[in-house]
């Protein structure tokens, strides 16, 4: 929480600097905090689809799913038989402690690994939309 707090304040200084009040803030990760991989699969339909990418990602992630906020696009693979997936991911807890500042400084956040790709909004369920969410204290 020490860290929260130091993002809050510098955060809310800069809000007062610039005299701003209650605006959402674009939070965009470096590379460096970023996972993005392409790899192909067998294309799979509904439900099973993002199991089974999530599935295939945990194959090169340095990290476990459950700690990664992350979604995916798919498209025509190389062979009729397969699908491409642009794979993004960013850790939970990287996302959590900003979303926290952001919110104790007076903010609504917003997120973005990378602006490239696609994510998983957390209030639209299965929908995808850009890389960029609405995270809801």
């Not at 509904?46 to 696009?73: C, H, I, W, Y």
């Not at 959590?96 to 639209?124: E, F, H, K, M, N």
């Amino acid at each position: 929480t020490r860290r929260m707090h130091f993002y809050s304040d510098s955060v809310k200084l800069l809000f007062s600097k610039l005299n701003v009040k209650d605006a959402p803030v674009a939070m965009v990760f470096s590379d460096a905090d970023t996972f993005v991989r392409y790899f192909e699969m067998p294309r799979i339909a509904g439900a099973d689809m993002r199991t089974a990418v999530s599935f295939e990602a945990q194959k090169t992630m340095p990290f476990p799913m459950k700690d990664l906020n992350f979604d995916f696009k798919t498209f025509p693979g190389r062979e009729t038989k397969k699908q491409g997936v642009v794979f993004a991911a960013v850790r939970k807890d990287l996302v959590d402690i900003w979303r926290q500042a952001l919110t104790v400084a007076g903010s609504s956040a917003w997120v973005s690994a990378r602006s490239s790709v696609l994510a998983r909004s957390p209030t639209a369920g299965s929908a995808s939309v850009p890389l960029a969410r609405r995270f809801r204290a």
